[in-house]
């Protein structure tokens, strides 16, 4: 059992929630579809992928419902909702709180959002806000009593207020579930793993080229892109974004053509990279038909030559890619740069860098592959 379990809409937000433990020196995983053939114990954090941000609200409520009964979620449980909350925010608390049959929620972010009014427009259950200066004296506790379900909005502006709102949570006196950003992660991380800062840990990559794949918006995949290109030797793949929408024969002879290229240059020893051509902000609506396009690219060429690993932007694109591989856990084994974490695909090996597609700079995707300039 887990001694801190993520709930998370994305891939990419998982794994970025469950890399504070990792830095503490815990045993971090993330959990994909099918995920239950694997043993419950080990790991010391959990990150459930549960793959909703494109569901309407009753389907992400039930699947964040049942995740949060999991056997695994063990003492405490915390919901991402992203730093901005995001929309659907008090149905997916109250998923929370009835699947882990908790009675109590702390709702905390710490970049100035309106947290109550938010919650109130979204949530049946009580709102009920805590400023700063209840959290002494037993102010949380105080806020619970004589109510149920109750969700407390919590006052923060700093990473230091994250903090007094978790220790003042420790003393609630019972199991609550957690909800906020990755801000929140790290606070609740050091609480509840209590282990002093650690080193990352070295890990040895693996061998064989690197299968790179761009699911994220066009302007940003240009500029990783050009970057790729002017600082490494990365055979780019083009796949037609405007075929991928539309779906059919069409597409399908798409992917063959790209996978077919992509496993050429794999095969000599080429890092490769697949991403979505002529994407224009008028396709936004079809994103997911696109992220399926290029999972299925990488699909076919990894079934024609091998890579020693994935480096995979974008949530949506990269949760489809690994659907598409099989790959059901990724234990988390370094940190390339401050938020964009490395993992081991437990079944076929795979080194997988998953990165949200507007995080980091030009250069984040040469420091996920690992190579030096050539």
């Not at 059901?328 to 084994?333: F, G, Q, S, T």
Request: hydrophobic share 50%; net charge positive.
């Amino acid at each position: 059992m887990a001694r801190l379990a993520i709930l998370a809409d994305d891939l990419t937000a998982a794994a970025g929630c469950a890399l504070p433990g990792l830095r503490l020196g815990a045993r971090a995983t993330v959990r994909l579809t099918g995920a239950d053939r694997y043993p419950l114990d080990g790991p010391d954090v959990v990150a459930w992928d549960l793959d909703t941000r494109e569901l309407a609200g009753a389907g992400a409520a039930a699947r964040i419902r049942s995740a949060a009964a999991h056997p695994s979620t063990g003492d405490t449980l915390y919901l991402n909702v992203g730093s901005r909350l995001r929309r659907r925010v008090g149905s997916a608390v109250e998923a929370a709180l009835a699947g882990s049959g908790r009675r109590v929620a702390i709702v905390a972010t710490a970049d100035g959002t309106d947290v109550a009014g938010r919650l109130r427009a979204t949530s049946r259950a009580q709102v009920v806000p805590v400023g700063l200066a209840a959290l002494h004296n037993g102010g949380l506790a105080h806020a619970v009593e004589g109510r149920s379900p109750v969700i407390l909005a919590c006052e923060a502006t700093t990473v230091r207020d994250l903090e007094r709102i978790v220790a003042a949570g420790a003393r609630v006196g019972e199991s609550v579930v957690w909800v906020g950003s990755a801000a929140l992660a790290a606070s609740l991380s050091a609480s509840v793993l209590g282990l002093p800062p650690a080193a990352t840990p070295a890990h040895q990559r693996c061998v064989g080229p690197v299968l790179i794949v761009l699911g994220s918006l066009p302007r940003p995949s240009e500029v990783h892109l050009s970057a790729l290109r002017s600082v490494l030797r990365v055979v780019p793949v083009e796949v037609d974004a405007l075929a991928l929408a539309h779906g059919g024969a069409r597409a399908g002879r798409v992917i063959d053509e790209a996978a077919a290229v992509a496993a050429r240059a794999l095969r000599v020893g080429a890092d490769t990279a697949v991403f979505a051509g002529g994407s224009a902000p008028t396709l936004g609506g079809l994103s997911p038909r696109i992220a399926a396009g290029l999972a299925g690219v990488a699909r076919r060429a990894l079934c024609d030559a091998s890579a020693g690993g994935v480096v995979l932007t974008g949530g949506l694109t990269a949760r489809a890619v690994c659907d598409a591989l099989a790959i059901a856990r990724i234990d988390l084994v370094g940190e390339i740069e401050h938020g964009v974490a490395l993992g081991r695909a437990v079944d076929s090996g795979l080194d997988v860098v998953a990165k949200a597609g507007t995080f980091g700079d030009r250069l984040s995707l040469v420091r996920a592959l690992g190579r030096s300039a050539a």
